[in-house]
């Protein structure tokens, strides 16, 4: 049974050949549209190249290119909105693509560029099975008061309302609890994925109660190029005073923010974290200001709390972005211990609630996905 599995970004797109449940073969590209670059990973072997000017089609021609002979039975793919509806995983029919089109407005920054990827894919393996995994499916359990605004209902009928998103990444995680910590799976998690993407849920016996991302991947933590959090006064204040027009508004709030915006320097926290510049390090202070407040909000969600987690490129390997986050959490009995948390171990704590540092990978849930369905269709 092979499978592979595409996550396809604005910029980027990865790609995973699995073979009888195991990854045979990890690619990406990066920094498409201008001068992409491909990196793969075969067993132990490693190899990168430029290709130039590619689009998602050529860059998953680019990556095809390097993969053994073998048929693909059913390709995967990580989408990031499903809408209010959709709680599983599911074969991507015709009827299934025209609606996830229409969600594009919901998702501007992700939704286009996965339905290019699937395009791309059909193209290229036109027998397979076309499988649709949906970052918003992880939250629709979520109470109504966790859903909705203080708008008229209407919009809330209409579908304006809190999403959620990173759940491919939650469902990983909270699969990983049920296996190796299943005290802790049937307690209250707070799961922080940080990334270039960022968000915190609040998780109540493995399934989702509260996100901080709400209609959009805009809200709640600052991230790398976008805002999180802010005050819809100041968009007025753009569009009056400014006259900012909504394309200028949306490349402000999702390009030109975040980390970027706030340093004048990088949207990496490596290189931020690396930076002697007084811009960097208040940047940081302001990430990790927003994360120990976020944490405290989904532990009020919770009514307390029994973990947390941290996952994603920097909650995995930037342990001073853990420790500044923590450093005013330890009334809720979050304590790092030092030694652990510089290693990057699993275990991070001190004090009596547990923290875990757990390397997220969305590919597998996506690949098992595949399988399930390819299984139950006989």
Same mark, same amino acid.
């Given at each position: 049974?092979?499978?592979?599995? $595409?996550?396809?970004?604005?910029?980027?797109?990865?790609?995973?050949?699995?073979?009888?449940?195991?990854?045979?073969?990890?690619?990406?590209? #990066?920094?498409?549209?201008?001068?992409?670059?491909?990196?793969?990973?075969?067993?132990?072997?490693?190899?990168?190249?430029?290709?130039?000017?590619?689009?998602?089609?050529?860059? $998953?021609?680019?990556?095809?290119?390097?993969?053994?002979?073998?048929?693909?039975?059913?390709?995967?793919?990580?989408?990031?909105?499903?809408?209010?509806?959709?709680? #599983? %995983?599911?074969?991507?029919?015709? #009827?299934?693509?025209?609606?996830?089109?229409?969600?594009?407005?919901?998702?501007?920054?992700?939704?286009?560029?996965?339905?290019?990827?699937?395009?791309?894919?059909?193209?290229?393996?036109?027998?397979?099975?076309?499988?649709?995994?949906?970052?918003?499916?992880?939250?629709?359990?979520? %109470?109504?008061?966790?859903?909705?605004?203080?708008?008229?209902?209407?919009?809330?009928?209409?579908?304006?309302?809190?999403?959620?998103?990173?759940?491919?990444?939650?469902?990983?995680?909270?699969?990983?609890?049920?296996?190796?910590?299943?005290?802790?799976?049937?307690?209250?998690?707070?799961?922080?994925?940080?990334?270039?993407?960022?968000?915190?849920?609040?998780?109540?016996?493995?399934?989702?109660?509260?996100?901080?991302?709400?209609?959009?991947?805009?809200?709640?933590?600052?991230?790398?190029?976008?805002?999180?959090?802010?005050?819809?006064?100041?968009?007025?204040?753009?569009?009056?005073?400014?006259?900012?027009?909504?394309?200028?508004?949306?490349?402000?709030?999702?390009?030109?923010?975040? $980390?970027?915006?706030?340093?004048?320097?990088?949207?990496?926290?490596?290189?931020?974290?690396?930076?002697?510049?007084?811009?960097?390090?208040?940047?940081?202070?302001?990430?990790?200001?927003?994360?120990?407040?976020?944490?405290?909000?989904?532990?009020?969600?919770?009514?307390?709390?029994?973990?947390? *987690?941290?996952?994603?490129?920097?909650?995995?390997?930037?342990?001073?972005?853990?420790?500044?986050?923590?450093?005013?959490?330890?009334?809720?009995?979050?304590?790092?211990?030092?030694?652990?948390?510089?290693?990057?171990?699993?275990?991070?704590?001190?004090? %009596?609630?547990?923290?875990?540092?757990?390397?997220?990978?969305? #590919?597998? *849930?996506?690949?098992?996905?595949?399988?399930?369905?390819?299984?139950?269709?006989?």
């Amino acid at each position: 049974m092979a499978i592979l599995t $595409l996550n396809a970004g604005s910029s980027s797109l990865k790609v995973s050949l699995w073979e009888e449940g195991r990854r045979r073969l990890a690619a990406q590209v #990066e920094r498409l549209g201008s001068d992409a670059r491909l990196s793969v990973e075969y067993g132990d072997d490693s190899m990168s190249r430029d290709i130039g000017q590619a689009d998602q089609a050529q860059a $998953l021609d680019a990556v095809l290119s390097e993969l053994p002979d073998t048929r693909i039975e059913a390709v995967g793919h990580r989408i990031v909105h499903g809408g209010p509806d959709r709680t #599983e %995983p599911e074969r991507l029919t015709e #009827e299934v693509l025209r609606d996830l089109a229409r969600l594009s407005p919901f998702a501007p920054l992700h939704q286009p560029h996965n339905l290019a990827g699937l395009r791309a894919a059909r193209a290229a393996f036109p027998e397979a099975l076309q499988v649709g995994c949906y970052d918003t499916a992880f939250h629709r359990g979520h %109470p109504w008061v966790n859903d909705t605004f203080a708008l008229p209902r209407r919009f809330y009928d209409e579908g304006v309302r809190r999403y959620g998103f990173h759940g491919l990444s939650y469902d990983f995680v909270t699969t990983l609890l049920a296996r190796d910590y299943p005290d802790l799976h049937a307690g209250r998690v707070i799961v922080a994925h940080l990334g270039n993407g960022a968000s915190t849920c609040a998780i109540r016996e493995g399934r989702s109660i509260g996100s901080s991302m709400g209609f959009s991947a805009l809200d709640g933590l600052p991230m790398g190029t976008r805002c999180g959090q802010i005050d819809p006064g100041v968009l007025l204040y753009l569009m009056d005073q400014k006259a900012m027009q909504p394309a200028e508004i949306s490349r402000l709030l999702y390009k030109e923010s975040g $980390l970027k915006g706030l340093s004048g320097l990088s949207s990496d926290m490596r290189s931020l974290l690396a930076s002697d510049a007084p811009e960097a390090a208040e940047a940081v202070s302001y990430f990790t200001f927003r994360l120990a407040r976020e944490i405290g909000a989904m532990a009020a969600v919770l009514g307390g709390i029994d973990g947390l *987690v941290f996952t994603g490129g920097i909650g995995e390997n930037a342990a001073p972005v853990r420790a500044q986050a923590l450093e005013t959490l330890a009334f809720l009995g979050l304590e790092l211990d030092p030694g652990a948390n510089a290693a990057n171990a699993r275990e991070i704590h001190a004090g %009596p609630v547990p923290i875990l540092r757990i390397e997220t990978d969305e #590919e597998s *849930v996506i690949a098992r996905a595949c399988a399930r369905i390819l299984t139950s269709s006989g």
